[in-house]
């Protein structure tokens, strides 16, 4: 399995700034994922991140509210841009490894944003 | 669109008892299936995972068997312990795609 960490664990802001986190993995991975774990709630794919190209977004994720970037094939940055309390979620970075037929998600540990 | 279907939480054992989480799955073609668990202040880890039809997952005691005919891969475990406390997820991909759809996610509250 991958190591990955991120940074920040966890945040309280406040509405309107912004805030980004980062995702480290520990080997070279093709494709990096950023969810959203609202509240109480499963997760949802916010983009998927590919070096050297622009992030796919979901739908009802937009660019200019979470910018993502992929410099090399270890790390990936989310910003989470002038933020409201309806961002208050856990992020969580994933990377996805081959493993045998069939590709398998591993998932960092999550960052915890509180908006005030 | 694919999706996943999973039982409500929360579920509330003691200690020793028999756990099933059920969860059933729509999806075109042969999807891999997955449980995922999350700890209490932690990110999601692999607990197990099926790729095909009658494929047993098994990890640290748990078992979920991927059941085309039923479209089912539920999570059973003969013997729960207070560890064993957090949230469970049910996530499926279809191959290529590499997005996941996860299941609503059920808790579980072991008491000693």
């Known amino acids: 399995s991958a190591v990955i960490s991120q940074k920040p664990s966890r945040d309280i802001c406040q509405r309107g700034t912004s805030l980004t986190i980062q995702c480290q993995v520990d080997?070279?991975?093709?494709?990096m994922f950023w969810y959203r774990q609202q509240p109480g709630q499963s997760l949802t794919l916010i983009a998927t991140?590919?070096?050297?190209?622009?992030?796919?977004?979901e739908s009802g994720f937009v660019i200019d509210k979470f910018p993502i970037s992929r410099p090399n094939l270890t790390f990936s940055t989310l910003t989470v841009s002038n933020m409201s309390p309806e961002d208050s979620s856990i992020y969580l970075c994933?990377?996805?490894?081959?493993?045998?037929?069939?590709?398998?998600?591993?998932f960092g540990p999550g960052t915890r944003l509180l908006v005030l | 669109g694919d999706s996943v279907t999973q039982m409500e939480g929360p579920v509330t054992l003691s200690e020793e008892a028999f756990l099933t989480i059920n969860c059933t799955y729509t999806?075109?073609?042969?999807?891999?299936l997955f449980w995922y668990v999350q700890y209490p202040g932690e990110g999601l880890q692999l607990l197990l995972k099926?790729?095909?039809?009658?494929d047993k997952g098994s990890n640290k005691g748990f078992e979920a068997t991927y059941r085309k005919e039923t479209t089912s891969f539920h999570l059973e475990k003969g013997s729960v312990q207070v560890s064993d406390s957090a949230v469970y997820f049910c996530?499926?991909?279809?191959?290529?795609?590499?997005?996941?759809?996860f299941g609503t996610g059920t808790r579980l509250k072991v008491l000693a």
């Open positions: 991140a590919n070096q050297g190209s622009e992030a796919t977004y």
């Open positions: 996530a499926l991909t279809s191959p290529g795609t590499y997005k996941y759809i």
């Open positions: 994933s990377v996805d490894r081959l493993a045998e037929i069939q590709e398998t998600q591993y």
């Open positions: 099926a790729t095909k039809a009658d």
């Open positions: 999806a075109t073609g042969y999807p891999s």
């Open positions: 080997s070279q991975v093709t494709m």
